[in-house]
């Protein structure tokens, strides 16, 4: 039975100095050290950067991590609606509502936490935010750390950004 | 019977039906405010607007009654437009404040908007007419006059149903809200139903304010622990925790209505719960598991009988409990362990207040199928409690959290008394701080059952959540204490347990839950 049987081309066998790799080795270096040459001789055209004393420009929609904003009397803008919560669709935002001391305010959040490490950076909580209160534009990532804890971002950490 | 035809639908009501109603018979919608099916017909709204041949203006389908070969048009451009208006008129002042109402989500506004409405507004933020937010008047109620659209249905409720009057219209025009009179706050048991019946967010409830958003919750059919009358209630939770109850509407039972006692039941359902079983050794609290402590028990109360006789063994069993339960608690009791000791209490709060509406003195949702069931109680309590408290018992098994009446001293000085005290109970008190070993049980939102109620109505509440913690069914505890006392049940769950109810026990014969069905069944006889 020969139906449906595809004869497929075996790799060719390397010879023995090619089985040695010493001239791809050299080659390889070549490149590496061209780089190298390259680089000291024209400095503008490297492409790594000294992170993080060098930051790379960010475009202007880029969606980093989130503040919260502040009226100006420097309480923060957010009234509790949990808009962000319900569509955050990684349900990484905790409110919790109280009655706030101003009764122009009435609602303020009491607690307000974002866990950054399941935040999808999806923008949809600046989407549905009827008060403008938070917000993506900080332009930069979640810096690492080294709890889970400390990934939770609460109320003031949000507001100091 | 009338025959009218409504949006070329012809349909069949009995005279003195209005539009809005005979609309209803047949799945049309009309959008209404001031409506409201258990009060009087104020008409004042203008929301219900539907076009009515040979009538040169557009009628009120809330007030209009129907006649024979009438034909109403609700889906006509001039309806549209009317409604339209209507909704733009009233909108005029609300301040949008959306964000922090609680209403939002359920507000009869923000439907109709998105249903009739879309209209931009042709008035300036700056013009609107500003009215006190936030007032506290009394009850269980906040009030904003801002988001009110003076529909008066708290007026006519608190006319009507409460008779207490304490709402009224004040200021006329842009000006007209609804307020109390200066010192005279809401005063009366029902003010809860305030906040179900607005259908705006001008009066929320004061105790679900800011607690959850609406649309997260999710609800279930319950029935009120509260006291004896049995008001048909929807419990509305988020994962495990229950925010509110809602009267559901039950015109045998309690209409459209709960009082503000009821209302606030839920909170033992979520707090001081028992969570994990536990046994007490000289003093300290011990973290047990299932599996070694139901055998145990079993044991103990089987040991006691054994070795003092069927007589040094008692069973006191709890008006809280659902049928189901106490139909196996009571034939564990007399067949299992044989004893006769086996009594109930109720549970008078205060002064025994009630008031002929929907307030019973008997703070306990089943003291009646306890008694139908054959559990004794009144004169039969006391008697088990002064054989306890002269030492006549060896082992005891109490369901519930508290004994009835009994304080908090009179009943640890009782408990210990008895030399092995099992307790079955969903909250921390009295007598799960003397007892020796705790069972934890689910609460009612956290089971499924049926209640009867103190006219006799067996109603079934649904399980809303998975028990928390390591809280079991009581169902579950007590067939399994029977089994291990050689019983032999293969009860699971508790429709198997009412199907063995209907089949021995007359009061309940016949019944099954699908003839209580939503609204319940009244016992025969």
């Known amino acids: 039975m020969t139906i449906g049987v595809i004869k497929v081309a075996r790799p060719r066998k390397m010879s023995f100095p090619e089985s040695l790799y010493l001239v791809e080795i050299v080659k390889g270096l070549g490149v590496t050290m061209g780089h190298m040459l390259s680089n000291i001789v024209r400095q503008e055209g490297i492409k790594t950067i000294e992170y993080p004393e060098v930051r790379r420009e960010m475009p202007p929609r880029f969606r980093g991590r989130h503040r919260l904003m502040k009226r100006e009397d420097g309480t923060p803008r957010c009234v509790a609606c949990y808009c962000c919560a319900t569509a955050c669709p990684a349900k990484c935002i905790t409110i919790v509502a109280g009655e706030s001391p101003d009764p122009g305010v009435e609602k303020y959040p009491v607690r307000f936490d974002i866990d950054m490490l399941r935040c999808v950076f999806c923008g949809m909580c600046v989407e549905a935010c009827p008060c403008d209160a938070i917000r993506m534009d900080t332009g930069w990532f979640t810096p690492p750390d080294d709890t889970r804890e400390k990934l939770i971002f609460t109320i003031d950490t949000l507001l100091e950004k | ?525």
Request: aromatic share 8%; hydrophobic share 40%.
């Open chain 2, 1 to 525: 019977m009338p025959t009218l035809t409504i949006n070329g639908m012809i349909v069949d009501v009995p005279a003195g039906t209005t539009i809005i109603n005979a609309a209803e018979k047949i799945g049309i919608e009309i959008p209404r405010y001031c409506y409201h099916p258990k009060l009087s017909v104020a008409g004042n709204c203008r929301m219900c607007l539907v076009e009515v041949e040979k009538f040169p203006k557009l009628q009120t389908a809330c007030s209009t009654v129907v006649n024979d070969g009438m034909v109403v048009r609700t889906d006509t451009e001039k309806v549209r437009k009317a409604v339209t208006g209507v909704l733009e008129l009233m909108l005029i002042h609300h301040p949008i404040d959306c964000p922090i109402c609680d209403q939002a989500g359920e507000c009869g506004l923000q439907n109709y908007y998105m249903k009739f409405g879309l209209h931009k507004s042709r008035y300036d933020l700056e013009d609107k007419v500003h009215k006190k937010k936030v007032q506290d008047i009394g009850g269980q109620i906040v009030l904003d006059a801002e988001r009110c659209i003076l529909c008066s249905r708290c007026v006519r409720f608190l006319t009507e149903v409460t008779g207490t009057q304490e709402l009224h219209f004040f200021n006329r025009g842009d000006h007209s809200e609804i307020s109390i009179f200066p010192g005279r706050p809401l005063d009366n048991n029902y003010t809860g139903n305030l906040a179900d019946i607005c259908p705006v967010g001008a009066l929320t409830s004061k105790d679900f304010r800011f607690k959850c958003r609406v649309w997260f919750l999710k609800v279930f059919d319950s029935i009120c622990t509260g006291c004896s009358k049995g008001c048909n209630v929807d419990a509305h939770h988020k994962g495990d925790i229950l925010y509110r109850l809602k009267p559901r509407w039950n015109d045998a039972v309690n209409q459209a209505w709960m009082c503000d006692f009821g209302r606030l039941t839920y909170k033992e359902m979520n707090e001081a719960r028992l969570l994990t079983p536990f046994v007490r050794e000289e003093g300290a609290r011990k973290v047990a598991a299932w599996g070694s402590l139901l055998p145990d028990v079993a044991f103990r109360l089987k040991a006691a009988a054994e070795k003092g006789g069927t007589d040094r063994v008692a069973v006191i069993a709890s008006p809280q409990s659902s049928n189901e339960e106490l139909y196996l608690l009571r034939r564990l009791a007399t067949e299992r362990l044989g004893t006769s000791n086996l009594a109930f209490t109720h549970r008078v709060a205060g002064d025994g207040f009630a008031d002929g509406f929907l307030i019973q003195a008997d703070k306990n949702p089943n003291s009646r199928g306890a008694q139908l069931l054959g559990i004794p109680d009144g004169a039969a309590f006391d008697a088990l409690v002064s054989k306890i408290a002269g030492g006549g018992i060896d082992a005891l098994l109490v369901f519930g959290n508290v004994l009835g009446p009994l304080s908090e001293e009179e009943t640890a000085a009782l408990l210990a008394k008895v030399p092995f005290v099992a307790q079955v109970g969903t909250n921390e008190g009295p007598v799960s701080k003397a007892a020796n070993a705790v069972l934890p049980s689910a609460s009612v939102a956290e089971r499924g059952g049926t209640f009867t109620s103190h006219v006799g109505r067996v109603q079934r509440f649904r399980f809303g959540f998975p028990a928390r913690g390591k809280a079991k069914n009581p169902i579950e505890i007590l067939v399994s204490l029977g089994n291990r006392l050689g019983a032999g049940w293969d009860f699971a769950g508790e429709a198997s347990v009412f199907k063995a109810i209907a089949g021995t026990e007359a009061p309940f014969a016949g019944m099954s839950y699908d003839s209580i069905g939503m609204f319940g069944q009244e016992i025969k006889g």
